[in-house]
């Protein structure tokens, strides 16, 4: 029973079944994860912005999680409104910045970057981001449309020595307070976090290594997300196709060099990809082939390429796509899947790469104990087959969930999940 081994001993073989499911090995039992999110706070019995502003609190709920439902590995919420509320953001809402004390995060869509935006993004896409970008998403950086082109700075002394009073403006300054309290407020949340990652491991429980590591995306998800909305750049898709397609283009060298860059420096070899438009009914193949796919591909490749592991959450529902995916390299991906059908998912690419998923959060939240029961053995005994495997939510965010029916979950998972 894992509850009469010391903390030590649970942290080693946690480590270690999660290291086997991920390179395609059969571990001793099938890994748990549990990503909690906004639950946590449900389970201490506060409020969500009790819970990002009070940190120890929220660490606290998530050691008294963990202890009762024993997975291999648990994380609570990510991300902190500090850094928002710091900047003034306008496309996050956050319990107490946006939204009331009880309500979820939720991205603001909004289309910051026009169609007639396109020309000045691709002939210079640093200067762009910070004089017309920034200041369009973030109230408190408003000044920085004032600065000067950044290509200036090229000058070197000269330069340098023209523009320096600029920064004395009353708006500039304020936005460079502004970007260094962020500064600030965000290296308080990763000291916070690197705590949490080490209170947890002294309870006997690894961190989940593929969140750790840097970030990328799809190209397509890159213009999409912060810059055109889904909106715009739907209908780029038809009215700027070659605009478009030269931005994503634009946007892959920064975003290697970039996650790359984050890999190396917290010596991680994962890269979280979150996808949002290419799953099944956001878009046709023939969309797909040529703006989302290969672009993506190219992107995982390269990571690949690097010694990098891409963790992919394919958001929504990839049925009609899993022949796409089956061409990655084998044991070179790991996938988190939504709304696909996981057994289907297991059928198509479960000797290629390790899956993650499997139980919905909506059968948490209304199922009973015998449903949950049922439903795990089936996972564990499919999905599970051979290794190569990690029990989880289909969601990064469990809220809502009734503990009694995650107990079940859990206790089913370890019967069931044995090898």
């Given amino acids: 029973m894992d509850t009469e081994k010391d ?28 990503v909690l999110g906004h639950l946590l706070a449900d389970l201490a019995g506060i409020t969500r912005q009790e819970m990002y ?11 008294n999680a963990a202890l009762r439902f024993q997975p ?15 900047l003034g953001d306008r496309s996050s809402k956050w319990p107490g910045y946006g939204l009331g004390p009880n309500d979820s995060h ?18 210079d896409p640093a200067d762009w981001a910070v004089r017309t970008y920034l200041p369009r998403v973030f109230g408190e950086l408003e000044g920085l449309a004032l600065l000067p082109p950044l290509g ?18 009353p708006a ?23 705590a949490t990652v080490r209170r947890m491991e002294a309870l006997g429980f690894p961190p989940a290594p593929f969140f750790a590591g840097g970030m990328a995306a799809a190209p397509f998800d890159f213009i999409g997300d912060t810059l055109r909305g889904m909106r715009g750049v739907f209908l ?9 397609l030269a931005a994503e283009e634009k946007v892959i060298p920064i975003m290697l060099e970039t996650a790359l860059a984050t890999c190396r420096t917290r010596n991680v070899p994962y890269a979280f990809i979150p996808l949002h438009r290419g799953s099944d009914g956001f878009m046709s193949l023939p969309v797909f082939e040529r703006f989302y796919w290969p ?22 529902n990839w049925d009609q796509r899993l022949k796409y995916l089956a061409e990655l390299p084998k044991g070179k991906t790991l996938g988190l899947f939504q709304q696909s059908d996981i057994f289907k998912v297991k059928e198509v690419l479960g000797d290629g790469m390790c899956i993650m998923g499997g139980m919905p959060v909506t059968m948490l939240m209304s199922s009973t104990p015998g449903e949950i029961r049922d439903y795990t053995r089936k996972l564990c005994e499919v999905a599970g087959k051979g290794g190569g495997f990690i029990m989880s939510a289909d969601i990064g965010e469990m809220e809502g969930s009734k503990p009694e029916l995650i107990d079940a979950w859990m206790e089913a998972t370890r019967e069931f999940g044995v090898y």
């Fill in 72 to 86: 291999d590995m648990a994380m609570g919420t990510l991300g902190t409104p500090a850094l928002s509320r710091a």
């Fill in 172 to 194: 500039i300054a304020s936005s460079l307070q502004a970007i260094a309290k962020a500064t600030q407020v965000q290296v308080e949340f990763v000291q916070q976090t690197m």
């Fill in 236 to 244: 780029d898709v038809h009215r700027c196709p070659d605009k478009l």
């Fill in 7 to 34: 903390a030590a001993q649970l942290y080693a073989e946690r480590a270690k079944r999660v290291d086997d499911a991920i390179h395609l090995r059969q571990p001793d039992r099938i890994p748990i994860l549990l």
């Fill in 295 to 316: 672009q993506l591909k190219r992107v995982m490749l390269a990571l690949i390429d690097a010694g990098i592991t891409p963790f992919v959450f394919w958001e929504g």
């Fill in 106 to 123: 939720q991205y603001h869509e909004a289309e910051f970057m026009k169609a007639e935006d396109y020309d000045a993004f691709l002939a």
């Fill in 152 to 169: 200036i700075t090229l000058l070197g002394n000269y330069g340098i020595a023209q523009q320096l009073p600029l920064l004395a403006m």
């Fill in 53 to 63: 502003e009070n940190p120890e609190a929220g660490r606290k709920a998530l050691e």
